[in-house]
Structures are given as C-alpha cells and as structure tokens.
C-alpha cells in the first residue's frame, strides 16, 4: 500500500522569506479577514450579556469618507454610548464578520494588569524576576512599570521589514506559525526566558515598541492572578458585552496572545473600546477596571510614540494624549476612544505591502480618526 502523503500546514508552514502564507502580502487579506481559523490554536468565547445597540442617524465626514475609500480599508463603526454613529465596511467584508486586531488586543493587558494591581497583586515597581525568578537577562532587572510603558531596551528587535527580526520568531509562541523541520514550538515561557540585554535602559527619548513586553506582563499576571488568564479574558468579554466571539491564539501552554493574537469584529471592537469610554465600568454600571489606573494612565509623564505618532504616550500599555485612549495594531488596525465625548471608534483594514506596516498611514489614520472623535 503507498504511503499517505504528509505534508506541513500550507497556512502555518514557513517559506525563504520567513513568513508563513496567511501573512504574506499575496494572502494578508484574506489571513487577516479568517484569521480566527488560522492560528495553530485559539480560544473563544462569547459574553453573557449582549450590549445592544441603536441605530441613528449615519454622521457624513470628510475623515471617515477618506478612510473607507483606501484600498486597504475592511471596516469601521464608531459608537457613542449604545448609538451607532458609523458603521461601513468593504465590499468583501462586514461589520459582524471577525478580523485580526494584532497590538490592538494589548489594551486586554491594560485592564487585566490593572485589576491586578489594584488587588495589590502586581507592584509595578518591582523588577521582573521577583515575579518570574527564571527570566533571562532581557527582563530580569526591568521594572514592570517600564514594560508597561515600553520603555525598556533589550536585544529583541521588532522591524516587521526585516525578515530575520525577533518578532517573526516570537510568533512560534503564539500559534502564528510552525518552527521548520518538525522542531518543537516554543512555549511563551521558553521564548521570554531566553531574551537577552544589557542594561535595560531606554536612552532613545520615545517609547522602544516591544511586543514582548506585553508576552512578559502576560507572564507575570498569569504568576499572580487568583484566576486563569483565559478566566481573565471571558471577564473582559462579560464586561464589554460582545455580540458575536472573541477569538485570541493561544501558545502551546495556552496562554492568551495578549501582545496581538485577538480577533473582534469591528462592531465588537468599538464595544470593547465602550468599556475604556466609560472608564472601566462593565453593561451593567459596576466597576470591571481599575478606575484609578486608567485615570493615571491618562495625566501621567510617560515616552512619547516616534514621529509620526509622537502627539501620543505610551503609558500602562495604552496609547493616549491625554484626552484619547488609542492603540494601534499591525497590518493596519486602530482603536480611538474619546474619553470626553464618549466616542469609541475600530477600523479595521490590512496593509497588503511586504512589511506589512507603515508608520505614516498609521499615523494618517489616526488623525482622521481622532478628528472625527474629538469634533
């Protein structure tokens, strides 16, 4: 009898050029519009509760007209309150239908982080290896509160241009790819431990952007928290009230991919940016957040994003002005949240160039956005 044929998973399988298909600039749309049903595992949930909306009028803007008229573009709902104020989406897409989010899912970490150290959990000037005693020299002497601000300097690179760069090599412990030649996945542990740096200190002026800073914090609340991170994650859901399910990658220990590993649609994206709008109080008016700590993330000093992005701070793994609530994932996702107006905004789109990033469209979206927020 002839031998099946076996072959590596076509989507998670990598190439020469170190990527894996579903995140190739040929199959991006589509690896972004399914990729819920890509990653090697994921976890899913739906919420107890549903936040149900209201139609109102559509609001006519110049800034929300440019950005669905990009090639790029796959949706957009902005929300005040239960009021739908946008909502658009591409052709080939919906608002209903889930997309890959990436650094978007890192304002989980916010709350999850900040209900924690609340609970006196997490002290946020303590160094890392008082939480994670196996952390390699990349960590070990960092204090969690500058992991939360990315303001850390190590030897981890995050150049999505770069083919070779460590944050490729990251996503073998987020379920994102398959390592070659049948080696063993990396657990989430495994890759943070063996990160490597100096003296940890950010000399640039500007945030240092790391996503495996936020694989750490992930660590470090897993170490902690009197329930498991996924626990933590149906809380999140429970609290913003999504209408359909909240996918996120797992690692091979299954542990949610906070760094970028989540999938909302667009209307459940601009829900969960509700929850940050009504300073971390859940659909039924009690406290989910810590209140405190997302005041202070506002008001507080912290680096500056590099130019083009430099209007917004990187502070307790948010981005913000101030007055907004941002974050911005790759590929070309942005979350905008008005604190004053209440105005919660996801547009979701995908880059389909080789890097798959670009700082000034990212930066042009965001402003368009925060025009439209702010009036």
Known sequence: ???????????????????QRWNRSAHRRHGFHNAHLLFRRAFMVRARHVLALEDAPQIQHPDIDWLCSRPEFSALVCMQGSRILVERSAPDFGVNRLHSIQSVTKLHLH???????????IDPS????????????????AEVQD???MN???DFSEDYSDPS????????????????????????AAFAAGLTGGDLVNRTGYADYKSANTDVLTLICAAVSPISMLAQIEAVADAAG???ALHISLSPEHLPALSGGGCLSARDLARFGLLLARNGRDIHGCVFG????????????????????????????????GRLIAHAGYGGQFLIVDTQRGISCAFLSVLENDEGYDEQYMADVFTALSRFCTG
């Open 1 to 19: 009898m002839t031998e099946p044929r076996v072959i590596p998973n076509p989507d998670l399988a990598v190439g020469a050029d170190n990527k």
């Open 111 to 121: 709350l999850i982080a900040g209900r924690l150290i609340g609970a006196g959990l």
């Open 147 to 149: 992991l939360l601000d």
């Open 152 to 154: 850390i300097a190590n």
């Open 290 to 321: 810590n209140t405190a700590f997302l005041a202070r993330s506002l008001g507080r000093t912290a680096p500056a994003l590099r130019p083009p992005k430099d209007v917004l701070r990187y502070s307790n793994h948010l981005m913000t002005d």
């Open 165 to 188: 760069s460590d944050c490729y090599t990251e996503e073998l412990a987020l379920g994102w790819r398959l390592p070659a030649d049948g080696a063993p996945e990396p657990s989430l």
């Open 126 to 141: 303590r160094q890392v290896r008082a939480y994670l005693p196996w952390i390699g020299t990349g960590y070990a002497s």
């Open 242 to 244: 999504y209408e359909g």
